[in-house]
């Protein structure tokens, strides 16, 4: 078998190429067929070229999209930072304000009085001890901050004194740390002793001790500095009571004081320094 299509092989081909190949020839270069087989052609191409420009169209929309995305969050990076720079502003602006505002308050009520030196500082930090009622200001010794100079508010709202001062710095105690005793006057002008007391500062309130025998401190009283010892000015804003109530020994009263200033707000404060008798003359 094998050797019979070895011989008849190459008849086999001549043969096919005569039948086949070459009639397939002549209607390619026929001119009456050549529009027929280009016409095929053609009918097979359209389609891919129609794809193919589809193809290109889309990806020159896609490529369009991505391009215009770039440049829109481009934009949208470059106002939202102008953004945050006008919310800095109008920060800045309204804590100008606000401290101008302190300013104006402090000037009305220092000219009704006798301090003339304060020390604004601003509030850096609490004291995260639960043992200590105390915080930091930006104000220190190049400042001219001791260690013993009464805190106040802008309204002459009584805050603490300063316990400990450095180059820059100084800690503060307030009026609720239970190491902190002031004179104090009731509306009345009987003095008495303001001081913190651990159990109150933990509810933002102090203890109005040391009340005269016979005398009783009266509800929404509000309680001032008296100024006695000449460490603290007198007149300062300590607060108002909210609970009288006899002491252990049933024979004098006592009575809890709830603080004017609000302690836990505190932005600025002012550092009270008296004017020795000789300054005062000198101006």
């Known amino acids: 078998m094998k050797q019979y299509l070895k011989k008849r092989g190459i008849i086999i081909g001549i043969v096919t190429f005569v039948f086949v190949l070459i009639p397939l020839l002549a209607l390619l270069f026929t001119p009456g067929q050549v529009n027929f087989v280009q016409g095929g052609i053609n009918a097979i191409a359209r389609p891919v070229e129609t794809g193919i420009r589809s ?24 106002l939202r930072d102008r953004l945050s720079e006008y919310e800095r502003l109008v920060r800045r602006a ?5 401290e101008n505002e302190r300013l104006r308050t402090l000037l009305e009520f ?3 009085t006798d301090m003339h030196v304060q020390i604004d500082a601003y509030v850096l930090t609490w004291d995260a001890s639960n043992w200590t ?6 104000r220190g010794a190049e400042a001219g901050i001791e260690v013993g100079d009464p805190v106040m508010t802008e309204r002459g709202e009584f805050v603490g004194i300063v316990r400990d001062v450095g180059r820059n710095w100084a800690s503060v105690q307030t009026i609720l740390d239970p190491a902190v005793r002031v004179g104090g006057l009731m509306r009345t002008g009987v003095p008495a002793v303001a001081e913190g007391n651990f159990a109150l500062m933990q509810d933002w309130q102090l203890r109005l001790s040391h009340v005269p025998s016979g005398e009783v401190p009266l509800l929404n009283d509000t309680i001032t500095t008296s100024g006695l010892g000449g460490v603290i000015p007198p007149g300062l804003i300590i607060g108002r009571i909210v609970h009288v109530s006899l002491e252990d020994t049933g024979v004098t009263y006592y009575a809890i004081i709830e603080p004017t200033a609000d302690l836990s707000r505190l932005v600025q404060v002012f550092i009270v320094q008296h004017i020795e008798p000789e300054e005062a003359e000198d101006e």
């Open 55 to 78: 193809l290109v169209s889309t990806l020159e929309r896609m490529y369009t999209h991505m391009h215009n995305y770039d440049v829109l969050e481009e934009r949208y990076e470059e």
């Open 94 to 98: 309204a804590e100008t304000e606000e």
């Open 110 to 112: 220092t000219s009704e």
């Open 133 to 138: 009622s105390a915080f930091t200001i930006d």
